[in-house]
């Protein structure tokens, strides 16, 4: 009897086919790894939390809470304004706040008012009591005036059609008329009082809609966390929680709510807002300072957006904070484009440069002060200091010596207002604007030299792209450099020198420079000029340099200002403009003038004055014709005084002419038949006399050649 063979599990392999005893073949389980059947209430427990997590869930529920807040806030802001309008709430409201603020003028105003609205709703109220009576006697009065209006035009009409039954036919018109609107009532009414409550409430949503009137994480997404959300104590109290100064977070955590204590009046001031806080025990003014843009964001606002300044009261700072995107809109133009009588001052005037952060017009005294403006690279350098020359030159007795490193024509304007214009970027335009400022300096050692109590026009020596000026290699003849920073440097002292003494005599050096550095704006040049301004720099190394480090450790921060996008931005330092108490700078919005509108401004400057011959390069030729350069200097005017011809002469040049005397000024032109002549009694030189006296000349010598 052959034995069982047991399968377990799995068939076994068939038995091999060789002879033998049957073998009992066991096989073991195999291990197989199963899943844990997860109980169904957690599998949808797990479900509802997706779906209630979700953020589509999200966005439902905050659509269905928004909507819903929406009515319920509109209720509110409706029922508010009724109540306004039917009480003396809203004067009460404004009689506490400025009382709390401290303006009781004001204050009185609004109890003015207040009790004017309760004279006037008492009068009203009186006049309700009698309105009954006179409504009913109106009512009355006029339905039987109108009956009577109704009959005559009916006696009228049974006249026409000799129908006496036309007598009514008037009234039962009216009658008719009546009953049709009263049955236009009846069908309306039903469908009106079931959908009148769905207006009020669609009425009151778009109240609140409009209003915004649902808490921040109701709105939706683009509205939640949008910038430029108005500043409060609360935000500004945890913008600077939030900065990382552990001191000042742990003193702002101890004051609980009473954090805004802080905080002074949050004041409005041009296109954002203003607010000094008082800084705890153990925190330091720097350390807010350096961490600008940090706070800027906990505002929700951009870095340029948000200014840092030190006001005089201790550990104090004072924030400006910009409206969102208020910085990057234009500032319109300048006055001097849109007023075309306006004129200039150069004693008590003040020239518009444009706009301050707060709005506010900033207007500049240019009176006896040397001005260096800076920054990088096509940032409107030129622009903002050609603004300040074009004001200037609307005073007719500005006289302008200038010179343009850079030669690309933004100057141009100033041919025949300029007594010097030279323009190019080359070594030879370098020493001709070193020979211009050297004349300057003879000009101010002469007037130095004048008897007391001598008043001299205003001279402006311009240098723009003075850079080039420093860093010029050549020499001349006695191996003296034109440009460096040395005692020997021909540049660099005439500038010195006009800085120490030119103020006195009305000898003022302006200058434009980019990307300072030691090599190209020396410290004693820099330090010498009342007025420095700059615009976008690079670094807060070149930002002391060209403002100081006063001005730099009270805040100003041209090195912040973003190039390109803060074109014609400058921060000055200066007592010739308006520094809020406390702060050293002031950040300027300057006007932007056009070339085209600069020629026409620079048009109304010649129309104010005699004429100016222009001198384009300093002429170094000793061999002199004293009766050209005459006529030269007369320009266009038909007439000049003695003492103007010897100071353009002297100008034109100083080794030739700055000698003369009225004599020698009479015995020359009378050499050539020329005599000046009084004019409202002073002597003057008339220009129709040299040009006859120069065509006379040169059709003689033209004779004697031919002879």
Same mark, same amino acid.
């Given at each position: 009897?052959? =034995?069982?063979?047991?399968?377990?599990?799995?068939?076994?392999?068939?038995?091999?086919?060789?002879?033998?005893?049957?073998?009992?073949?066991?096989?073991?389980?195999?291990? *197989?790894?199963?899943? &844990?059947?997860?109980?169904?209430?957690?599998?949808?427990?797990?479900?509802?939390?997706?779906?209630?997590?979700? =953020? @589509?869930?999200?966005?439902?529920?905050?659509?269905?809470?928004?909507?819903?807040?929406?009515?319920?806030?509109?209720?509110?802001?409706?029922? @508010?304004?009724?109540?306004?309008?039917?009480? #003396?709430?809203?004067?009460?409201?404004? !009689?506490?706040?400025?009382?709390?603020?401290?303006?009781?003028?004001?204050?009185?105003?609004?109890?003015?008012?207040?009790?004017?609205?309760?004279?006037?709703?008492?009068?009203?109220?009186?006049?309700?009591?009698?309105?009954?009576?006179?409504?009913?006697?109106?009512?009355?009065?006029?339905?039987?005036?109108?009956?009577?209006?109704?009959?005559?035009?009916?006696?009228?009409?049974?006249?026409?059609?000799?129908?006496? #039954?036309? $007598?009514?036919?008037?009234?039962?018109?009216?009658?008719?008329?009546?009953?049709?609107?009263?049955?236009?009532?009846?069908?309306?009414?039903?469908?009106?009082?079931?959908?009148?409550?769905?207006?009020?409430?669609?009425?009151?949503?778009?109240?609140?809609?409009?209003?915004?009137?649902?808490?921040?994480?109701?709105?939706?997404?683009?509205?939640?966390?949008?910038?430029?959300? &108005?500043?409060?104590?609360?935000?500004?109290?945890?913008?600077?929680?939030?900065?990382?100064?552990?001191? !000042?977070?742990?003193?702002?955590?101890?004051?609980?709510?009473?954090?805004?204590?802080?905080?002074?009046?949050?004041?409005? %001031?041009?296109?954002?807002?203003?607010?000094?806080?008082?800084?705890?025990?153990?925190?330091?003014?720097?350390?807010?300072?350096?961490?600008?843009?940090?706070?800027?964001?906990?505002?929700?606002?951009?870095?340029?957006?948000?200014?840092?300044?030190?006001?005089?009261?201790?550990?104090?700072?004072?924030?400006? *904070?910009? /409206?969102?995107?208020?910085?990057?809109?234009?500032?319109?133009?300048?006055?001097?484009?849109?007023? =075309?009588?306006?004129?200039?001052?150069?004693?008590?005037?003040?020239?518009?440069?444009?706009?301050?952060?707060?709005?506010?017009?900033?207007?500049?005294?240019?009176?006896?002060?040397?001005?260096?403006?800076?920054?990088?690279?096509?940032?409107?350098?030129?622009?903002?200091?050609?603004?300040?020359?074009?004001?200037?030159?609307?005073?007719? +007795?500005?006289?302008?010596?200038?010179?343009?490193?850079?030669?690309?024509?933004?100057?141009?304007?100033?041919?025949?207002?300029?007594?010097?214009?030279?323009?190019?970027?080359?070594?030879?335009?370098?020493?001709?604007?070193?020979?211009?400022?050297?004349?300057?300096?003879?000009?101010?050692?002469?007037?130095?030299?004048?008897?007391?109590?001598?008043?001299?026009?205003?001279?402006?020596?311009?240098?723009?792209?003075?850079?080039?000026?420093?860093?010029?290699?050549?020499?001349?003849?006695?191996?003296?450099?034109?440009?460096?920073?040395?005692?020997?440097?021909?540049?660099?002292?005439?500038?010195?020198?006009?800085?120490?003494?030119?103020?006195?005599?009305?000898?003022?050096?302006?200058?434009?420079?980019?990307?300072?550095?030691?090599?190209?704006?020396?410290?004693?040049?820099?330090?010498?000029?009342?007025?420095?301004? +700059?615009?976008?720099?690079?670094?807060?190394?070149?930002?002391?340099?060209?403002?100081?480090?006063?001005?730099?450790?009270?805040?100003?921060? &041209?090195?912040?200002?973003?190039?390109?996008?803060?074109?014609?931005?400058? *921060?000055?330092?200066?007592?010739?403009?308006?520094?809020?108490?406390?702060?050293?700078?002031?950040?300027?919005?300057?006007?932007?003038?056009?070339? /085209?509108?600069?020629?026409?401004?620079?048009?109304?400057?010649?129309?104010?004055?005699?004429?100016?011959?222009?001198?384009?390069?300093?002429?170094?030729?000793?061999?002199?014709?004293?009766?050209? /350069?005459? %006529?030269? $200097?007369?320009?266009?005017?038909?007439?000049?005084?003695?003492?103007?011809?010897?100071?353009?002469?002297?100008? !034109?040049?100083?080794?030739?002419?700055?000698?003369?005397?009225?004599?020698?000024?009479?015995?020359?032109?009378? #050499?050539?038949?020329?005599?000046?002549?009084?004019?409202?009694?002073?002597?003057?030189?008339?220009?129709?006399?040299?040009?006859?006296?120069? #065509?006379?000349? /040169?059709?003689?010598? +033209?004779?004697?050649?031919?002879?």
């Amino acid at each position: 009897m052959s =034995e069982n063979v047991v399968h377990l599990n799995k068939h076994p392999q068939p038995p091999a086919p060789e002879a033998g005893p049957t073998v009992l073949t066991v096989v073991p389980d195999q291990v *197989v790894e199963t899943v &844990p059947v997860v109980p169904l209430w957690v599998r949808s427990g797990r479900a509802m939390k997706t779906a209630i997590a979700h =953020e @589509r869930t999200k966005t439902a529920a905050r659509a269905v809470a928004r909507n819903g807040l929406y009515i319920a806030g509109g209720t509110k802001i409706v029922a @508010r304004r009724t109540w306004d309008g039917r009480t #003396a709430s809203r004067y009460e409201r404004m !009689l506490r706040a400025a009382e709390a603020a401290g303006n009781y003028e004001v204050a009185a105003e609004w109890e003015e008012r207040g009790q004017r609205f309760r004279a006037e709703r008492h009068r009203r109220r009186m006049d309700l009591l009698a309105s009954p009576v006179d409504a009913a006697k109106t009512a009355l009065i006029g339905t039987g005036m109108s009956m009577g209006a109704l009959i005559g035009l009916g006696v009228a009409l049974a006249l026409a059609t000799k129908d006496p #039954a036309d $007598v009514i036919t008037p009234l039962a018109a009216v009658v008719g008329l009546v009953s049709l609107l009263v049955t236009i009532v009846m069908v309306v009414w039903g469908p009106l009082l079931t959908i009148g409550p769905f207006l009020a409430l669609l009425s009151l949503w778009a109240v609140g809609r409009h209003q915004k009137a649902a808490p921040a994480w109701a709105l939706p997404a683009r509205e939640r966390d949008s910038e430029g959300e &108005p500043i409060t104590p609360s935000i500004v109290v945890k913008a600077l929680r939030d900065l990382g100064v552990p001191a !000042l977070r742990n003193a702002i955590k101890e004051m609980g709510d009473a954090g805004a204590a802080m905080l002074g009046p949050i004041r409005i %001031a041009g296109c954002g807002v203003e607010v000094d806080v008082t800084l705890p025990s153990g925190v330091s003014t720097v350390e807010v300072q350096q961490r600008r843009r940090k706070l800027a964001e906990n505002l929700t606002r951009h870095e340029h957006e948000v200014f840092i300044t030190i006001p005089q009261a201790a550990r104090t700072v004072r924030l400006w *904070v910009a /409206d969102s995107g208020a910085l990057d809109e234009p500032i319109g133009p300048s006055p001097l484009v849109t007023d =075309e009588s306006m004129t200039a001052d150069y004693a008590k005037g003040r020239a518009p440069w444009g706009q301050d952060l707060r709005g506010d017009a900033a207007v500049l005294s240019l009176f006896q002060r040397h001005l260096l403006i800076t920054g990088l690279s096509n940032q409107g350098k030129t622009a903002a200091l050609r603004a300040l020359a074009l004001w200037l030159a609307l005073d007719r +007795s500005v006289k302008f010596l200038m010179g343009d490193l850079k030669g690309a024509g933004d100057w141009a304007m100033f041919d025949g207002l300029a007594d010097t214009l030279i323009q190019g970027p080359t070594d030879e335009h370098v020493i001709q604007v070193v020979e211009m400022v050297e004349g300057g300096v003879e000009e101010m050692n002469r007037r130095l030299q004048a008897p007391p109590g001598t008043v001299f026009p205003p001279l402006i020596v311009l240098v723009d792209e003075a850079q080039v000026a420093f860093m010029c290699p050549l020499k001349d003849e006695d191996k003296r450099p034109y440009g460096g920073a040395k005692a020997n440097s021909r540049y660099f002292m005439a500038v010195r020198k006009i800085h120490n003494q030119g103020r006195a005599v009305n000898v003022l050096m302006w200058q434009g420079t980019q990307d300072p550095t030691d090599q190209n704006l020396p410290k004693l040049v820099r330090e010498g000029a009342h007025t420095r301004a +700059s615009l976008a720099l690079g670094t807060e190394s070149q930002a002391r340099m060209a403002l100081g480090d006063k001005a730099v450790d009270g805040g100003a921060a &041209p090195n912040l200002l973003r190039p390109g996008l803060d074109k014609g931005t400058v *921060v000055v330092a200066s007592d010739g403009i308006a520094i809020p108490a406390g702060q050293a700078s002031i950040t300027v919005r300057t006007h932007y003038i056009d070339t /085209d509108d600069a020629s026409d401004i620079a048009e109304r400057a010649r129309a104010l004055r005699d004429g100016v011959t222009t001198l384009h390069a300093i002429d170094r030729d000793e061999d002199r014709d004293p009766l050209a /350069d005459i %006529a030269a $200097v007369l320009g266009d005017a038909s007439r000049v005084l003695t003492a103007d011809v010897l100071k353009r002469l002297a100008s !034109l040049n100083a080794d030739a002419y700055g000698d003369w005397t009225p004599g020698d000024l009479k015995r020359v032109l009378e #050499a050539e038949g020329v005599e000046p002549y009084k004019s409202h009694g002073r002597m003057v030189v008339g220009r129709d006399d040299v040009i006859r006296a120069l #065509a006379e000349r /040169d059709s003689e010598g +033209s004779a004697s050649a031919a002879a």
